[in-house]
């Protein structure tokens, strides 16, 4: 069992920058490979970014290719999505989900979910 909590969202303005956090427990979390979503108001859930159980494997929606990194601390039971240069077009609630997978992950199936915080950026 994973259970997972998300946090860093709010508010910025175009341009900026936020840093989301998922702190998940239970002892497999390293495990698992991890990913975050997003879903905008009137639109589906989308999936945004994925990393493997090692951290070496990264994989990025093409809208968010060079501004958004995930990343991971096993240590810390902790993944991170770093986001710059943000645009009114990210506002969205994020989540964070885990799956046996990664490509599950990246298919947008996920064994356990966040309940999301939300991301608004002013234009």
């Known amino acids: 069992q994973v259970q997972l909590v998300e946090s860093g969202g709010g508010l910025v303005q175009a341009g900026g920058s936020l840093r989301l956090s998922c702190a998940a427990s239970?002892?497999?979390?390293?495990?698992?490979?991890m990913g975050w979503f997003r879903q905008a108001p009137g639109k589906e859930r989308e999936f945004v970014a994925a990393?493997?159980?090692?951290?070496?494997?990264?994989y990025y929606t093409d809208s968010v290719k060079g501004r958004f990194t995930i990343s991971r601390d096993n240590a810390k039971n902790t993944v991170y999505l770093q986001m710059k240069s943000l645009k009114p077009e990210d506002t969205a609630v994020y989540y964070c989900?885990?799956?046996?997978?990664?490509?599950?992950?990246?298919?947008?199936?996920?064994?356990?979910w966040g309940q999301g915080t939300q991301v608004t950026v002013s234009s």
């Open positions: 989900a885990a799956d046996r997978s990664i490509s599950g992950v990246v298919a947008g199936r996920g064994d356990y």
């Open positions: 990393i493997g159980w090692s951290t070496v494997k990264t």
């Open positions: 239970g002892r497999t979390f390293s495990s698992y490979p």
